[in-house]
């Protein structure tokens, strides 16, 4: 599988280039392509082969030593970049960030977080990109049980590459006193084009914060 990749916004690890995180374990997802492509690939190709809308793969680390159930209000990310597509000027949103906004507050509005302008409990950070990606499968079956492809010569079955392009979202939870990363999320989903549309934000979103905050059972209470 290889693939090439076009930036949405700055990779999540360097959200906070000058703080130690203090969780031994925590992964660092762009860093370890194995374990991106261990997230959800196969599972959302293989889904959008019989469904109209590919499944979301989701995975997410945390503080095991945080107490979530401290944490009521929530604001952006001071830093956060306001046009993550890298337009040709700042100063002004583009459409991804503003898809972005508007799907991140509607999931916290839900979990029943409250937005504050001032000291909020935590901040809540995003980065994107979209990937061009490849998939190997094995060749179909004729209608004599031979692959399409059979022939002299032919001992081992043949593959089709199928080219797809690949939306990855991470959201990190930061504790705003500590300014320390506590919860991340990452969100991966076959998307149509480079880049990602509303409808696939919001799936990739609701996906990736569905897991936020961590159950009782592997949260501190």
């Known amino acids: 599988m290889v693939g090439s990749s076009v930036a949405l916004g700055a990779p999540g690890p360097a959200i906070f280039p000058n703080k130690h995180l203090p969780m031994n374990a925590f992964t660092q997802f762009f860093a ?10 196969s599972l959302l190709l293989g889904a959008a082969g019989c469904a109209s809308v590919p499944r979301v793969g989701v995975t997410s680390d945390f503080d095991h030593a945080t107490n979530f159930r401290a944490y009521k209000t929530w604001s952006w990310y001071p ?14 949103n583009s459409f991804f960030d503003k898809r972005m906004r508007v799907a991140v507050e509607a999931e916290m509005v839900r979990k029943g977080f409250t937005k504050v302008e001032r000291n909020p409990d935590v901040f809540v950070a995003y980065s994107a990109r979209v990937e061009n990606k490849q998939q190997t499968n094995p060749a179909p079956y004729g209608p004599y049980g031979y692959p399409f492809w059979y022939g002299y010569g032919a001992f081992n ?24 990363l506590v919860w991340r999320g990452y969100g991966q989903s076959q998307v149509d084009n480079q880049n990602i549309s509303e409808a696939e934000v919001n ?5 990736v914060l569905g897991d936020y905050p961590p159950s009782d059972n592997t949260a501190r209470r």
């Open 32 to 41: 370890r392509p194995a374990a991106l492509a261990a997230v959800g690939l």
């Open 79 to 92: 830093e956060q970049p306001t046009d993550a597509e890298g337009g040709p000027a700042k100063g002004y």
């Open 157 to 180: 079955r043949p593959y089709q590459v199928t080219d797809y392009k690949a939306g990855n979202i991470i959201i990190d939870i930061v504790d705003a006193k500590r300014k320390e």
């Open 203 to 207: 799936r990739i979103v609701a996906g």
